[in-house]
């Protein structure tokens, strides 16, 4: 069984328990098993509690029965003024429309990208990527982004264990967007552009993502046109509202 990783605690159990199985299901959907190893809780206890959170929708499950972070947290975080995140949910959905996959918004915080917008596909196979998740920047096309318009001095612990090289990164600052195929999770391929600040700082990446039998082996050269098309777009949306956050 997994050790509980180093957190701040409430000396409150249950709250600290529950904030553990979020925290945990913030990386990515976990079966129960999955959610026991990672939180280091009792299968009785971490079972109790991820269905008490389901009742209050602060948890959900996905199409395979995995726990995911529920559409509460996503109302809640809403309920922030956040212009960011407001100048693209109508751009996500856009993406969405035009290549028919989910599509998602990405900040940086510190060695991870966090998603803090989507619009998912409505039927069929899709990669359900919550609001609030928490996923690695050492792999995926989102990562890729975020890595290229960094400072390096910031990323290299990052980048000595990351699943693409420096030279990789040069290239996709060169052409624009990155794309990545079972680069972060097998049998998933996803694209991603860069949306900057009035300065040209990186504000976000910008992504789509699905299965590689649907978006192929070279998705960027499909996708990449939309991606970087819906880059502007939000970025035409900010320049509306007011300064660009940072």
Partial sequence: MGQPSARATSRIGVVDKSVAIL???????RALTEL?????LPRATAHRLAVALE??????RDGDGRFVLGPRVAELAAALPDPLVAAAIPVLAWVRDECAESAQLYRRDGA???????????HGLRTTVPVGSRLPLTAGSGA?????????????????GAAFTERMLAEVRRRGWAQSVGQREAGVASVSAPVFDDDGGLLAAISISGPIERLGRSPGTRFAPVLTAAARRVVTALSHAGPSPR
């Fill in 23 to 29: 925290a945990s299901l913030a990386q990515r959907p």
């Fill in 36 to 40: 026991v190893e990672a939180t280091a």
């Fill in 55 to 60: 009742v209050h929708r602060l948890v959900g």
């Fill in 112 to 122: 991870e990208r966090v998603c803090v917008a989507v619009a998912e596909r409505a």
């Fill in 144 to 160: 890729q982004v975020i890595c290229a318009w960094s400072d390096r001095d910031s990323l290299a612990d990052v980048l000595a």
